[in-house]
């Protein structure tokens, strides 16, 4: 995952000690064309490559804007790299003229199934299941039938703020919804997700 990489520059906590120290000795293949013009293909470690930052910016949840349970969204990308340009580093380390770095891949729903996990255990910890009915389990467990119905950001794309979790109660002909909002600070660049993850149960 794209934000894999950025947790090992960045030294992120991580369960696994070792993961961000197996992360960046990976090697991945490099390509371009070397100065005397010919195409080649260069392995180097992944800590060579410059830590591109990925910045998703999700639809609001569909159940907030009207969408159909089913429906889909439309998401965008912002890309930024270092200052320091250390692509042209790179390429005149490797003696090229031009170079082509992979890109990393970005599972958007696996992303979007994180947020949800968050969410769904912040409510689990400040409100637990006598007032918490979850909408979702499902879609953590793996159906992502729903998962834009209940995930997404804003629109337009709103800052992070502190605290980084908080939720709302949201009325609605259904009952009153429960959202969290999510800033992931450790990536500040990253807009603030929202996941409607269920109802408030009425008081017994």
Wanted: net charge positive; proline share 9%.
């Amino acid at each position: 995952m794209a934000y894999g990489y950025l947790r090992a520059v960045i030294g992120a906590p991580s369960r696994r000690k070792d993961r961000h120290k197996a992360t960046l000795a990976s090697r991945v293949t490099v390509t371009g064309k070397n100065l005397r013009g010919e195409e080649v293909a260069i392995q180097v470690p992944i800590s060579h490559i410059p830590p591109y930052e990925f910045v998703l910016n999700l639809p609001q949840p569909g159940i907030l804007r009207g969408a159909e349970p089913s429906a889909t969204g439309e998401v965008s990308f912002d890309t930024f790299l270092p200052h320091s340009n250390p692509l042209r580093k790179l390429r005149e380390r490797l003696g090229l003229s031009e170079i082509n770095t992979p890109v990393m891949s970005f599972p958007v729903t696996g992303f979007m199934r994180m947020i949800a996990k968050i969410g769904h255990a912040y409510l689990m910890a400040e409100l637990g299941p006598g007032r918490y009915e979850s909408d979702v389990r499902d879609f953590i467990l793996g159906d992502t039938s729903e998962a834009w119905y209940r995930v997404g950001g804003y629109e337009p794309p709103a800052s992070q703020v502190s605290p980084a979790l908080s939720y709302r109660v949201i009325p609605s002909p259904s009952g009153n919804l429960l959202a969290v909002d999510i800033s992931l600070a450790v990536f500040p660049r990253l807009p603030r997700y929202q996941v409607v993850c269920g109802r408030l149960r009425s008081e017994a």
